[in-house]
């Protein structure tokens, strides 16, 4: 059950809220965002929820029986939109695109796929700084030295960012230099990092675990909800199966089930989905048919020189065709 409280709700009237719940036998979990307050409620018994919803300070009372609550689209009638300044945007009924390198490599690398996503009109762009890699001996990012420089140039040009964190540790030193914060695969369920995300006021974008299911993702999110960051993108990236045809299998399944179980935007990223190049564009405009609200891609001008996941990044050409591709698959869909 979810109690959605007015923001002006005084000490008395939330205290009478409280003891009313703890008398149905319910446990109440206090949860203050960026946007509003609730109490996410655990209990069983069946009851009148007239006799908590007409109590003064209550805005709106919902029955959630899955195991994420807030995050679940069962409480909120208007999807999350993620607004993220100088008119960028993500939300249901978007396009939103990130693209650019696996790796932030140099400022030249980042001044030229600026410039590439400009002459798109892309307004996002990714590149991990910290790098989760297979191997020790593989390239682990530029660090914060990187991220300084990526952030700068992108705001030069009116470039959003999007870049990984991997551990609690670079959450604050990273925030003044990301627009949003991107939890790999890896990460997926790491509930110490996800607890520090909801603590934050920027966005999140959740990468879904190698292994993880659909019901865990949205848990995930639940977590940084629930510690005070509503500001959250899904995203699908893959998962690992018995295929060894490619390097993960896109699981588009998850797309739709997604937006029906939650209220937060949902992307898709083909690049690490599928893991090879040539397949990356079918892959995207999928995702896009299946109601994706947006795309994240690995782009870079010469990909077989990349520091990370060349086999699976687009060159500018191919970013170029791909784009106008997706564009078009957006409005047939839209209008379908
Ligand atoms: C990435 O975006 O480069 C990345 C490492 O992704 P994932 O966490 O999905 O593997
Ligand atoms: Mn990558």
Redesign the pocket.
């Known amino acids: 059950m979810i109690i959605q409280l007015s923001t002006d709700i005084d000490k008395g009237s939330l205290e009478l809220i409280l003891s009313r719940i703890q008398e149905i036998g319910y446990k109440a979990t206090e949860v203050s965002t960026q946007i509003g307050g609730y109490l996410v409620c655990i209990g069983k018994k069946d009851f009148d929820i007239r006799s908590v919803g007409n109590l003064k300070g209550v805005v709106d009372i919902h029955r959630v029986s899955d195991d994420y609550k807030l995050v679940s689209r069962k409480w909120k009638v208007n999807p999350t939109k993620i607004d993220l300044g100088d008119g960028v945007e993500i939300s249901e009924g978007g396009l939103a695109i990130m693209a650019g390198p696996?790796s932030i490599e140099s400022e030249e690398q980042i001044e030229k796929t600026v410039r590439q996503l400009l002459a798109n009109d892309v307004r996002i762009m990714?590149g991990?700084v910290y790098?989760?890699r297979s191997s020790p001996y593989s390239f682990r990012g530029l660090g914060m030295d990187g991220l300084k420089s990526f952030y700068r140039i992108c705001k030069e040009n009116g470039i959003k960012v999007i870049t990984?964190v991997m551990q609690v540790s670079q959450v604050d030193p990273m925030h003044d230099y990301v627009d949003i914060y991107?939890v790999?695969?890896?990460n997926s369920q790491n509930f110490n990092l996800l607890d520090a995300l909801g603590k934050v006021d920027k966005p999140v974008l959740i990468?879904r675990g190698l292994s993880g299911t659909i019901d865990e993702l949205l848990q995930s999110a639940e977590y940084v909800f629930s510690n005070g960051n509503e500001k959250l993108i899904l995203c699908e990236?893959g998962i690992r199966t018995y295929e060894k045809a490619y390097r993960n299998t896109l699981d588009l399944n998850a797309v739709p089930i997604l937006k029906e179980k939650s209220h937060l935007p949902v992307i898709v990223?083909p690049s690490?989905g599928i893991g090879i190049r040539k397949f990356v564009e079918p892959m995207a405009l999928a995702g896009i048919m299946c109601g994706a609200d947006g795309l994240?891609l690995?782009m870079h001008e010469t990909p077989e020189k990349a520091f990370s996941?060349g086999q699976q990044t687009l060159d500018f050409n191919e970013f170029e065709q791909m784009i106008s591709k997706v564009r078009k698959a957006f409005e047939l869909h839209k209008n379908f």
Do not use: F, V
């Open positions: 696996c990714r991990g790098k989760p990984e991107q790999g695969a890896r990468k990236r990223d690490h994240i690995e996941d």
